[in-house]
């Protein structure tokens, strides 16, 4: 029940948090709005082929923690959802704002937020002030896992 709540409150707040501003340099600022950012980070869709790229590289580690339809990526995680999918479950708007930056859903999650700079623990010194992934790079991904389709 607790936990229940406590999720609910997460999403009310980012429901709430009708505008998120970058604070760090070089960060596009970006609406949330409910539980998405509605607006690409960059203006433009991304490419689905560079995004597909991406994901299945170690370049974002996504694959260290989910699976999904890559069958030329020997070892894939277990420990998060299975990205086949995605598409289904979420909107392109709901993708965006996981990659942003996933504690809006779950305070305590281990996925990292791949476009935040401020406000971070345990940050590796290349990563200190600045994201993980590009504006771009975010679009590119949401644009492929947006394909990914039962």
């Known amino acids: 029940m607790a936990r229940s709540i406590a999720h609910m409150a997460t999403l009310i707040a980012a429901g709430l948090a009708v505008i998120a501003c970058a604070k760090a340099e070089g960060l596009a600022p970006y609406k949330i709005v409910g539980d998405g950012i509605p607006e690409s980070l960059t203006g433009a869709p991304g490419d689905a082929a560079r995004g597909r790229t991406l994901v299945a590289t ?26 086949a999918g995605t598409g289904n479950r979420w909107t392109m708007s709901q993708l965006r704002l996981r990659l942003v930056d996933a504690s809006r859903f779950n305070p305590a999650t281990m996925m990292p937020s791949y476009y935040r700079a401020d406000g971070l623990v345990r940050v590796g010194r290349n990563f200190t002030g600045k994201p993980i992934l590009s504006a771009a790079e975010i679009e590119d991904i949401v644009a492929f896992l947006a394909t990914l389709r039962d």
Request: aromatic content about 8%.
């Open 58 to 83: 170690r370049t974002t580690t996504c694959l260290l923690c989910h699976s999904g339809p890559f069958p030329e990526v020997r070892f894939q995680g277990d420990l998060a959802p299975d990205l």
